[in-house]
């Protein structure tokens, strides 16, 4: 079992930058392909990011591609989210998720086994 803490989240205003973490406990999280997922007032959880087991895969929501950057660190089980050029849309919970069978990971939400707390972030026009 993984548990996922993020942190980093606050205020920003548009055209700011925040950086994200997600640190994970236990000793296998090499072995878990990693997400980001969002979710505003009033919508759904949806789709960020997400990174391969290893770290050399990566793939992007349109809307953020060029802007955001994921990343991990394995020997410090810990995953990271840049956030640059930040939009008032980009304002949601963010939460990171660890997906158990797919190495390159999954857009999809329902592929995720564990998830953290989700961390605030608001971003002011």
């Known amino acids: 079992q993984v548990q996922l803490v993020e942190s980093g989240g606050g205020l920003v205003q548009a055209g700011g930058s925040l950086r994200l973490s997600c640190a994970a406990s236990g000793r296998t999280f090499s072995s878990y392909a990693m997400g980001w997922f969002r979710q505003a007032p009033g919508k759904e959880r949806e789709f960020v990011a997400v990174i391969s087991r290893s770290g050399g895969g990566t793939y992007y929501v349109d809307s953020v591609k060029g802007r955001f950057t994921i990343s991990r660190d394995n020997a410090k089980n810990t995953m990271y989210l840049q956030m640059n050029s930040l939009k008032p849309e980009d304002t949601a919970v963010y939460y990171c998720?660890?997906?158990?069978?797919?190495?390159?990971?999954?857009?999809?939400?329902?592929?995720?086994?564990?998830w953290g707390q989700g961390t605030q972030v608001t971003v002011s026009s």
């Open positions: 998720a660890a997906d158990r069978l797919n190495i390159q990971g999954s857009s999809w939400l329902g592929a995720y086994d564990y």
